[in-house]
């Protein structure tokens, strides 16, 4: 009898607690209206910026605005479009493929995920009209790529969110198994094989951006290197491969969703930012927009499809869009703290709130994914 009433007392108590718990997440929890406002306002300022899509992008030289950067951004610009359709940001992107011809960076058929990553919005273009053009280049170069035996080359984490995405894409669309059958051999070369054995290290839930940051190379502080934005990338291709629902191996891409986002928890900072260095909170230590977003919409996105639990990770992905909209967006729609491009922690630094970062557009794309997410989580 004093078992079963001890037992009834725990359960009140737990009952209680989670009540408690979601009280507080749900006031905490920003209304649709205000994750729309605070996305427009990002977009409309980039948008403002580059009133043609087709203009190059000129920096330390001449890149076509297809090039990864861009391409990120688009993305996100979909995800927005899908979260509020407004005609002039589907015309934008519209224009934007047409500018390229439909085509790979720099207009040739390549095996560089980089070049290929525009082929995730013309293949999502595609998708809601289905013009010929808008597939005709990215498959081509796919199917190349899968016409020979070579898996390697992936040999870069960013690389897995510039192209599993589309070969998730391709398979979708086509229904034909062989692009599903690429993706994961190509996938898994990188995460057991790429640089002895693999980018993913199983005991930390974590990746090293490429083989030359495998141990024996160390952080400051004694600890693997882990970059934020480089697991933010992975964090992303698991999502943009899920959504895809993939026809194989998906078992797969949800293990690495949810064994990510536990490690990921557990080094969030206490202002919803993650810092550069996941793993060496002092090696450039500060709030870092890019990986945050990455994270917020990846663990927003597992929430959302039932791949992560509510209760252990909607205060986490709460604090992380906290952060982005209190202290990286301004007021005019610019995001701070967003690192420049590079490869690690200590690239393009410094990293801070007035910092203009030498591109913006991929950590806008990121953002825009965030927020399309925390939007559907929203009152």
Known sequence: ????????????????????????????????????????LANDYYMNKWPDPGTDIVKDKV????????????????????????????????????????????????????????????????????????????????????ATDKIDDWWWIDALQMAMPVFARLGAITGEEKYWDRLYEMYMYTKTEQGGNGLYNPKDQLWWRDASFVPPYKEPNGEDCYWSRGNGWVIAAMVRVLEQNPQKHKEEYAKMLKSMSKALVKVQREDGFWNVSLHDPTHFGGPEASGTAFFVYGMAWGINHGYLKKGKYLEPVL?????????????????????????EPASSQPVGYDVVPNFEDYGLGAFLLAGSEVYKLAQ
Not at 95 to 111: C, F, P, Q, T, V
Not at 119 to 135: A, F, I, S, V
Not at 330 to 335: A, E, P, R, S, T
């Open 1 to 40: 009898m004093k078992h079963s009433e001890q037992t009834k007392k725990l359960r009140v108590f737990l009952l209680l607690f989670m009540l408690s718990f979601f009280s507080y997440a749900q006031q905490k929890i920003p209304a649709k209206t205000d994750v729309l406002e605070k996305m427009v």
């Open 63 to 146: 890149r076509p605005s297809n090039i990864w950067t861009r391409a990120t951004y688009y993305e996100g610009l979909m995800a927005l479009y899908q979260t509020e359709p407004d005609q002039k940001l589907l015309d934008y992107a519209i224009n934007w493929g047409k500018s390229h011809d439909w085509e790979l960076a720099y207009k040739k058929i390549s095996r560089d995920g980089d070049n290929m990553c525009c082929g995730q919005t013309y293949l999502d273009l595609y998708k809601m009209d289905p013009q010929p053009e808008r597939m005709k280049a990215i498959r081509e170069a796919v199917d190349q790529m899968i």
């Open 319 to 343: 604090k992380g869009w906290k952060a982005l909209c209190e202290k990286s967006l301004h007021i005019n729609g610019f995001l701070g703290y967003m690192q420049g491009t590079g490869k």
